[in-house]
Structure formats: C-alpha cells, structure tokens
C-alpha cells in the first residue's frame, strides 16, 4: 500500500470504468461532538464499524481498487485504519494537515495522485445501502463523458432518512441538475457521491474553496447531471442520528 442528454436506464455503451476514488475525510467532524473529541468522524463507529469502513466495503463492492483519502483532523488515527483495514486497496493519502481545504480545494490538491481523467468523490460520512445494482456502478454506466463533466448520485428529500435540510437539487427531464434557491425545497439531496472530470479543475482560487463552486460552473455550462439513488440513504451528520440510522437499517 503505497501513501502518497436523457439519462436512461439503458446503460451507456461508450461508459468506462471507474479506476480511482477519492474519499473526503478531512473534515472536522464539529456536529459529531464529543464522539470527535478523540477520533476523527470517520472512524465513528455505525452498526458495528466505521463509517469510513462502510464507504470502503462499498469501493470493492464496485471493483475499484486505488483510492485516495485526505487526511486532516487526527491524520495520524486515520493513517493507522488504513494500513491495518484496506491492505487491499491501493491507498494513496493527500495531506492536508497543514490546511483544511474544504471540499473542492482537498480534491483539488489530491489530483495528481488521481490517474484517471474521470473519477468518483465520496463523502466520508454518509452511509447508503445499493439498491437491485450497486449506485457506483450505476453512476460509471451513466457516465457521458461528451456530456458531463459532474454527475451526483441524489436521493429524493422524502428519502433521505435522519436528514433535516431542504434539498439540495432541481432536476429536469433530461437529468441536468440546478441548484435549490433560497429559503425554498428541492426536491433532491446530494447523497455525497458523484463522478466528476478533471475538466472542472481550471482557474481554480487558491487556498480552501467548497465544491459548490464546481457545481455551479458545471450548471452554468448544461453539464451538471443527477441520478436517483436506488436504495437507502441516510446523514449521519450528528450522535442522535447513528442510533436512528442503526434502527432503520434493522428494520430493513
């Protein structure tokens, strides 16, 4: 292990592979407190292991076997997880402990440990469970890279289970996407997975920078897409919502 156009449900005939993953793990885990007084969010534990465990199950469910994960709050904690739980992944960790780069910029800062022109992001601290297929490879069938250069795996607001928010997303017929508007309800919420292109990182800002900037870029140019999330999803963003989230994945 080494550190350093309509969307159908036919798949897409000229969709590659996923190679590589990024999985967002640096953040500071501040609505988790206490439980992230002296771990970092992702090795809080949720039915029986790690989150950052259950994202990892989820990249060899789909055959992917590099990935990259930036480390930031209790690096150390996270660096030892990986050498003991993924030796059979080709892990390679971006270092952000000098600074947090938010969303956009920690992947920003990881590319060059990224081969692949296309790959997928996944949040660390949310937790699905596939539907009939798995959503990765759901998403890489999708995938048009003539077409996007985003596309986020979304979840329906009434189906996002322990999540408070409004939604996130509009999506229309053909699958483009638009942002939800102030103090308004979108009818979807970003499940923390996507697939996106390198093409997006150009003229970036320096310093940290969230990928909402991205998005809007690729909104702006028609090639932001959604896909709807087949199974169950769930924030665990707070303490209160892992006992929730461990009761309705029992009872599924």
Not at 2 to 16: E, I, T
Not at 119 to 132: E, H, K, Q, R, T
Not at 159 to 166: D, F, I, Q, T
């Amino acid at each position: 292990m080494s550190f350093a156009k309509p969307l159908s449900l036919r798949p897409n005939p000229a969709a590659s592979p996923v190679g590589t993953a990024m999985v967002l793990a640096a953040g500071l885990g501040k609505r988790m407190r206490p439980l992230t007084a002296t771990r970092p969010k992702p090795l809080v534990e949720v039915a029986g292991k790690p989150l950052l465990d259950h994202v990892l199950d989820r990249l060899r469910g789909a055959g992917i076997g590099r990935v990259v994960v930036n480390v930031h709050y209790l690096a150390d904690s996270l660096e030892a997880h990986l050498k003991r739980k993924a030796a059979d992944l080709d892990i390679r960790v971006s270092d952000e402990r000098g600074l947090l780069l938010e969303t956009g910029g920690g992947v920003a800062k990881a590319l060059p440990l990224i081969p692949d022109d296309h790959f997928l992001i996944a949040n660390s601290d949310n937790l699905w469970v596939d539907g009939p297929v798995d959503a990765i490879s759901l998403l890489a069938d999708r995938w048009d890279d003539a077409a996007m250069d985003a596309l986020l795996l979304l979840v329906p607001l009434a189906r996002a289970n322990c999540h408070s928010g409004l939604g996130d997303f509009h999506m229309d017929a053909n699958g483009r996407i638009t942002r939800r508007r102030p103090s308004k309800v979108a009818p979807f919420v970003y499940t923390g997975v996507q697939i996106v292109s390198k093409r997006l990182f150009t003229d970036l800002p320096e310093g940290p920078f969230g990928f909402m900037l991205l998005w809007e870029r690729a909104i702006a140019a028609g090639r932001a897409f959604g896909l709807v999330h087949q199974g169950l999803w769930f924030d665990v963003g707070t303490p209160p919502a892992i006992g929730k989230t461990e009761a309705l994945l029992g009872r599924n």
